[in-house]
Each structure stands twice: as structure tokens, then as C-alpha cells.
């Protein structure tokens, strides 16, 4: 099923951003860019048939951008395979970004150094590939809410708590002296490790992309603020510091219900909307289709949303909400495999 275009001009998309390459003619036909993440990225680089699937798909779903997942180690072992299926994406006007994040990458685990060179890698790929084999960019999703994960406990965000709330007393910490602490440095982290991974891609001519999620202008009814990159520096939410170090910024801004998921980004989209020409990010909304996430969150799980159709159709109304920020670049889809299996 071919499904249909999403007729919008947006002013901004198309626009040279701080060093980054221009888009391409595909992004700007329709004025919209639609991207979608790829997680099983392994198994489709060893299978010609799942390479078509993917292309074909992505295809008859009007995506323009792929979020293919790389672990940071394997660009040097998956070369070939690589250069035969970007060069196929390339043929069908598919732009691929390398995808990569992990809560670990922050510097209350391991740090960021090997999610560094993961980017690193992906450049010298580029450098050995010809032009129609390379990466467009890379997208981070690095998200820094609590969790267990490789056996550790990491809470230095502290969930479910607003800023005005955490605990300021010497030794309610758990990774520096303050929970308040904690979240200052965690959300300084944050951004160090988007404006390196900027500069890095920047000085090699590659865009830089963002998951984020939708929360940060709406904490529990708060900002979460940070200052930075010091004590000194300007207090303000995290999510407008973020929007100058990435060109794309894409909104984890899950809801079945397209007045919720706009209502996600128009914080995001107006705040972009107002820094100087040449400075502004895309900023996107985005559907969660995979099922096992949740009802009302996922059209996998939700009653009578669980089509293709249905959530064309929705995009298409959280567009038409968000079409007025000249930030708003279109709606990404999480993710493929999920949408394969999604009923026409």
C-alpha cells in the first residue's frame, strides 16, 4: 500500500545548519522529512531480501531518513555489507544516519568514550566509501532517566521527582554529594556529550541528530533546568541549551492521541522557531508503533489504532498542529520492524 504524501512548505528545512551539509532535494519536495528508526540492523545487513524489505517499505511509507543502529565496534566489520546497502538506499533517494545510545554512556557508568567512538568509526567508514555509499549523520538517543541496566543501578536522575523538589542535604546523593547534584551534573553531562559528538560529526561534514524525550519543559509540571556548562552560566530548561548543539531534534513524543503527541513538541518547536536563521534545528514529533509498549502510547497495543492507515492519518493531524513553527521539519516512525508487521 502506498501511502499518501504530506503536503506542507516549511521555510526552514533545507537551510545550512551551523557547518552541517544542506539536505537533499527529497526532504524539500514535499517540505517534509520523515524518518524512521532500525534497530535490527545486523540481521538486515547479512540478508539481501531484508534489505529490499527495508528499502521497499521505506519507501511506500514516504520515509526519507533511516536511523540505522551501529554498534560502535562493528563499522570496520560490516564494511561491504554496508557499502551495498547504502548504496542501494541512495538509489531509492533514502538518506541513512548511524544510530547509536546506551543510559551507560553517561559519566555516572561508563562514560562516554566508547559512544565517541562509535562516531569515529562511522567517519572512517565514510572515508574509505564513496559518496552514494556513505552515512548522512549520525543520531544519538542517549536518554538519562533512572535505570538497571549491564547490572548497575543508575539514579542519578531521580526519577518522578521535580527539580524544586530534590533533596539539597549533604549525602542524599548517590553520585555526587546532592540529589540535586546528581541531576545538575547528569544533565551537564547530557550536553558535553552532544556538543563533542556536534563538533566531532561538524568537522567531517556530517549532520547530528537527537532522540529526546518529550518531557523536559513538563517535569511533573516543572522545567528540568541546568546551568551550563558551569555555575555561572544561564539557568534554563536543558531542552533549549540542547537545541544548539544538534540540527536534528527529534521528539519521543509517544501518544495514540495526535492532539497529546503535538501537544509534546510545541514547546520544543516554538522555542526553535525563535533562535536566528541558520541556527535552527528540524525539530520532530514521532509515533511509537512497536507493540508490548503500552496502550495509548503505542499504536501496536492501542484498540482500533493498530494500522497503517490509522497512523498516516494521525501524522498527517499532528502536522497540521505543528505546521506553524517554522522548526517543525515532520514525524519519525519507531520503528521498522514494528511497522513491517503493522496491518495496512
Known sequence: MHLPLLFCAISVIGQAVRGAPAL???ATANGLIRGMWVWNSASILQSPTQINDLIAGATAANVTDLYFYMAPTSYATVTTQLQTFISQASRAQLRVWGLDGARTYFADAQG???????????????????ASQRF????ADIEPPDS?????????????IPDSQLNT????????????QDREMLMRNWLSIHETARNTLHAASLRFGAAMPFWTSTYYGEEVRVSYPNSTSLRQCVMKYMMHYVDEYVVMSYNTDPV?????????????????VGSIPNVFAAVEVTTGVGIY????????????QVVVADMKNITATLV???AFAGVSIHMWQAWQALPA
Open 136 to 139: 548522512y549523520g549520525f543520531q
Open 324 to 326: 506553524k513553527y517554522p
Open 297 to 308: 502510547i503505542s499504536y501496536g497495543d492501542t484498540p482500533g489504532k493498530a494500522s497503517k
Open 169 to 180: 542535604t549533604a549525602g542524599s546523593g548517590v553520585w555526587q554529594p546532592t540529589a540535586a
Open 260 to 276: 497529546n503527541a503535538a501537544g509534546r513538541v510545541q514547546a520544543q518547536a516554538a522555542y526553535a522557531s525563535t533562535l536566528p
Open 148 to 160: 538497571h541496566v549491564d547490572g548497575q543501578n543508575l539514579t542519578a536522575f531521580h526519577n518522578s
Open 24 to 26: 537533499s532535494p527529497r
Open 112 to 130: 562516554p568514550k566508547l559512544f565517541y567512538d562509535g562516531i569515529n568509526n562511522l567517519i572512517a567508514y565514510n572515508n574509505v566509501s564513496s
